[in-house]
């Protein structure tokens, strides 16, 4: 989108059915972004395979258009990017646009902190409310010069020229997205970038930088590279994204005789969260044919329908699952007992307040959900039929658009079009799975 502005998409998803046969969901956001932003900068050309084809991911594209790097596509899901090497980039004539995108910006903050021109960059309403304090303040740090709005949020003003030094951050909360921006204003810096984060978060941006030729190092919870060196092209195979498939993960866990398979999944440890959570509720799910694709392991993924319990859901485990909360709060919902999280107030800075968001619609489909600072205490119980609101995040949409599978009357959501941020394609294929969903 050009701007903010949505259309209100409404989904109305009929209760029962089950999810059956065999589907690959598109490729994964994270390394979709990743794969724009380090193949700019590289020297030469970088071709890139299974691009998730999203709106979150061409903010990022159009972003390194606009700043001279010509990049080809995408056509099913390719791309080529010829890269302008690590000091290439031109200034953009105006500010760029990030749209729902928190990865993009905060990404790109720590990139362009390093470069030799000043750069501003805004988002949609969502985005521009959302706390970027956490990478502005370590990358001034750094030596950056990066103008926040007085509470921290967008829109980002970097003034270029600066100087990076490397430093070692410790991070206060668990965030690939501050690591990979302090990591990449790292490529930029004299010296040695270090971050030691609280527990493992994503890791695409170490790997990718690796696939790349750049040295990383890591040693327990600290990753560390050297500024001055080079990237060099590579060709990218992109995963489908575990998050997207979360919500057939529980969909079919949840519906009566399911039995679907997700195809070339990517299952990087620092991602797998919720196979781990769903299994100790007691699902079944088979990890088939494990491979390695360009340094990410990746497997297809069966899932049979499963009677899930309510669990104390492990804490180390929530950063490793922290975009699937939305969905698993409707396995909890579908559960035998209490499941409680904690330990997961990053889930209030997210694209909404998706406790919030969560709680709110899980009490208007009739089911007992506390919200409490850091999580939820949800007893399981009958989903009723009725109308939610998205609050315009993509993954609440479709987490409630699963929780049909298991109603006793018709679910309506509001406002799904940001379900285009990640998941184009949604409706027909979680329709052909078997879903009984329709958008006008
Ligand atoms: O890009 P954005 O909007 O921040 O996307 C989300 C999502 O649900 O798609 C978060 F709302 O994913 C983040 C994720 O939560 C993507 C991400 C990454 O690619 O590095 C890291 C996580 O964020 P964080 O704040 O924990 O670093």
Same mark, same amino acid.
């Given at each position: 989108?050009?701007?903010?502005?949505?259309?209100?998409?409404?989904?109305?998803?009929?209760?029962?059915?089950?999810?059956?046969?065999?589907?690959? %969901?598109?490729?994964?956001?994270?390394?979709?972004?990743?794969?724009?932003?380090?193949? *700019?900068?590289?020297?030469?050309?970088? !071709?890139?395979?299974?691009? @998730?084809?999203?709106? &979150?991911?061409?903010?990022?594209? !159009?972003?390194?258009? *606009?700043?001279?790097?010509?990049? &080809?596509?995408?056509?099913?899901?390719?791309?080529v990017i010829r890269g302008v090497g690590l000091h290439g980039?031109?200034?953009?004539?105006?500010?760029?646009? @990030?749209?729902?995108?928190?990865?993009?910006?905060?990404?790109?903050?720590?990139?362009?902190?390093?470069?030799?021109?000043? %750069?501003?960059? #805004?988002?949609?309403?969502?985005?521009? +409310?959302?706390?970027? +304090?956490?990478?502005?303040?370590? @990358?001034?740090?750094?030596?950056? &010069?990066?103008?926040?709005?007085?509470?921290?949020?967008?829109?980002?003003?970097?003034?270029?020229?600066?100087?990076?030094?490397?430093?070692?951050?410790?991070?206060?909360?668990?965030?690939?997205?501050?690591?990979?921006?302090? @990591?990449?204003?790292?490529?930029?810096?004299?010296?040695?970038?270090?971050?030691?984060?609280?527990?493992?978060?994503?890791?695409?941006?170490?790997?990718?930088l690796q696939g790349f030729g750049y040295s990383v190092e890591?040693?327990?919870?600290?990753?560390?590279?050297?500024?001055?060196?080079?990237?060099?092209?590579?060709?990218?195979?992109?995963?489908?994204?575990?998050?997207?498939?979360?919500?057939?993960?529980?969909?079919?866990?949840?519906?009566?005789?399911?039995?679907?398979?997700?195809?070339?999944?990517?299952?990087?440890?620092?991602?797998?969260?919720?196979?781990?959570?769903?299994?100790?509720?007691?699902?079944?799910?088979?990890?088939?044919?494990?491979?390695?694709?360009?340094?990410?392991? %990746?497997?297809?993924?069966?899932?049979?329908?499963? !009677?899930?319990?309510?669990?104390?859901?492990?804490?180390?485990?929530?950063?490793?699952?922290?975009? !699937?909360?939305?969905?698993?709060?409707?396995?909890?919902?579908?559960?035998?007992?209490?499941? $409680?999280? #904690?330990?997961?107030?990053?889930?209030? $800075? +997210?694209?909404?307040?998706?406790?919030?968001?969560?709680? &709110?619609?899980?009490?208007?489909?009739?089911?007992?959900?506390?919200?409490?600072?850091d999580g939820m205490v949800i007893n399981g119980g009958t989903?009723?039929?009725?109308?939610?609101?998205?609050?315009?995040?993509?993954?609440?949409?479709?987490?409630?658009?699963?929780?049909?599978?298991?109603?006793?009357?018709?679910?309506?959501?509001?406002?799904?079009?940001?379900?285009?941020?990640?998941?184009?394609?949604? $409706?027909?294929?979680?329709?052909?799975?078997?879903?009984?969903?329709?958008?006008?």
């Amino acid at each position: 989108m050009a701007s903010g502005e949505q259309e209100d998409i409404t989904y109305t998803v009929q209760p029962g059915g089950s999810l059956n046969g065999r589907v690959r %969901v598109p490729g994964d956001k994270s390394i979709s972004h990743r794969s724009i932003m380090l193949g *700019a900068i590289a020297d030469g050309v970088t !071709e890139v395979d299974g691009f @998730l084809t999203a709106e &979150d991911c061409l903010c990022t594209m !159009e972003a390194f258009r *606009a700043m001279g790097v010509s990049i &080809d596509g995408p056509t099913n899901g390719r791309v080529v990017i010829r890269g302008v090497g690590l000091h290439g980039l031109k200034p953009p004539q105006k500010p760029l646009y @990030l749209g729902n995108s928190g990865t993009s910006m905060r990404l790109l903050s720590g990139l362009l902190s390093g470069q030799a021109f000043n %750069v501003e960059m #805004t988002g949609d309403a969502s985005l521009s +409310k959302r706390p970027m +304090k956490r990478v502005a303040q370590p @990358l001034r740090l750094m030596g950056a &010069d990066i103008a926040t709005t007085e509470t921290g949020t967008p829109p980002l003003r970097i003034t270029g020229g600066r100087q990076i030094r490397g430093m070692h951050y410790k991070m206060p909360m668990a965030s690939a997205q501050v690591k990979s921006s302090l @990591l990449l204003a790292g490529l930029y810096a004299k010296g040695k970038t270090c971050v030691t984060e609280p527990a493992p978060t994503r890791d695409h941006t170490e790997r990718m930088l690796q696939g790349f030729g750049y040295s990383v190092e890591r040693d327990g919870s600290t990753v560390c590279l050297n500024g001055g060196g080079a990237l060099r092209a590579t060709k990218i195979d992109v995963p489908a994204d575990i998050s997207s498939s979360a919500f057939f993960l529980v969909g079919a866990s949840i519906a009566p005789n399911s039995d679907l398979v997700l195809e070339h999944v990517g299952i990087n440890p620092t991602r797998i969260g919720v196979i781990n959570i769903l299994r100790a509720m007691g699902g079944d799910i088979t990890i088939q044919n494990e491979r390695t694709v360009g340094g990410e392991p %990746v497997a297809d993924l069966r899932v049979r329908s499963a !009677e899930l319990r309510g669990i104390d859901i492990p804490t180390d485990q929530v950063p490793l699952a922290i975009d !699937e909360f939305p969905s698993l709060f409707i396995a909890a919902a579908c559960a035998k007992g209490t499941t $409680v999280l #904690t330990g997961a107030e990053e889930l209030r $800075v +997210k694209e909404s307040d998706r406790i919030q968001s969560m709680a &709110d619609g899980l009490l208007k489909l009739g089911i007992d959900a506390r919200p409490t600072a850091d999580g939820m205490v949800i007893n399981g119980g009958t989903l009723t039929g009725g109308v939610v609101n998205s609050v315009g995040d993509h993954r609440i949409a479709m987490s409630f658009a699963m929780a049909a599978l298991r109603a006793s009357g018709p679910i309506t959501i509001h406002d799904c079009a940001n379900v285009n941020t990640s998941f184009p394609g949604f $409706v027909d294929l979680s329709h052909r799975a078997g879903l009984r969903i329709t958008s006008p």
